[in-house]
Nanobody
């Protein structure tokens, strides 16, 4: 059974940093595009950052220059390094693995940025 497990969320002050991790199991990790999504309270889930199988990345405009997505195919893990956090970054962060119509989601990790 495919499993994506996020970790690293928490409460941080404005301007602080966090590093999220998502560990995958039961998939050929290197063959999947991986993404981080955020769902703020009362809002839809939106893409924050994505990294392809080959390592190409793209980011939401709101996080460019502050967040970095990376992957370690040996550890089957994708990371989201977040700097200079803002209150609007608050939400549940979900990890997604995608390949040719197959999609898997983790259960999320909560990030709260206090002003």
């Amino acid at each position: 059974q495919v499993r994506l497990e996020e970790s690293g969320g928490g409460l941080v002050q404005t301007g602080g940093s966090l590093r999220l991790s998502c560990a995958a199991s039961e998939i050929i990790f290197s063959m999947y595009a991986m993404g981080w999504y955020r769902q703020a309270p009362g809002k839809e889930r939106v893409l924050v950052a994505r990294i392809t199988e080959s390592g190409s990345t793209n980011y939401a405009d709101s996080v460019k220059g502050r967040f970095t997505i990376s992957r370690d195919n040996r550890q089957n893990t994708v990371y989201l390094q977040m700097y200079n956090l803002k209150p609007e970054d608050t939400g549940v962060y979900y990890c997604r693995a995608a390949r040719y119509g197959m999609n898997y989601w983790g259960k999320g990790t909560l990030v709260t940025v206090s002003s």
